[in-house]
Nanobody, 117 residues
Framework: VQLQASGGGLVQAGGSLRLSCSAS????????MGWFRQAPGKQRELVAA???????YYADSVKGRFAVSRDNAKMMVYLQMNNLKPGDTAVYYC????????????WGQGTQVTVSS
């Protein structure tokens, strides 16, 4: 089982980035996919999540700016991040949890997002 995140980088405030996460080795349709982030000195937080049916969740801090989507056939999940702010700077992680379990148990490596002011 593997999750591989990509798409991070350096962007100016107000800019956009799209993160991608590819999954392998799991029955993708049975998993809720999430994006977490962790900034230096802060706890990891759930940014967005999406079920196989397309139901989404967003943290209040990113509502209206970020959009999570998934392609079940390609086993991919995306995070479109618009109007980025310096406070969005963090390492972003893709994660998966089995639909009947509340804890995210499968993690990808992080991808750094840096937003300059």
């Amino acid at each position: 089982v593997q999750l591989q995140a990509s798409g991070g980088g350096l962007v100016q405030a107000g800019g956009s980035l799209r993160l991608s996460c590819s999954a392998s080795g799991l029955n993708f349709d049975n998993y809720v996919m999430g994006w977490f982030r962790q900034a230096p000195g802060k706890q990891r937080e759930l940014v967005a999540a999406i079920t196989s049916g397309g139901t989404t969740y967003y943290a209040d801090s990113v509502k209206g700016r970020f959009a999570v989507s998934r392609d079940n056939a390609k086993m991919m999940v995306y995070l479109q991040m618009n109007n980025l702010k310096p406070g969005d700077t963090a390492v972003y992680y893709c994660a998966a949890r089995y639909v009947t379990i509340s804890r995210f148990s499968i993690w990808g490596q992080g991808t750094q997002v840096t937003v300059s002011s």
